[in-house]
């Protein structure tokens, strides 16, 4: 999966997130908003194979 489809779900997911917790109906209408606008400009995206994923060797997390 390329890096900004994983970062538009990311985002998309924190934007509905958000939204659940305000009490103004207005934040969230927008909040809403936006993460349907997210989701419309990436397209439908394809499915996850988590068996392919979880069988990818772990990236080290510092440089070497």
Known sequence: MP???SFARKAAATLLRMAKTTKDPQ???GLIQRAADLKDRMGELP???VEVVAAEPKKP???N
């Open 47 to 49: 499915p996850v194979d």
């Open 3 to 5: 890096r900004y489809t």
């Open 27 to 29: 934040v969230a209408s």
């Open 61 to 63: 997390l510092t440089k």
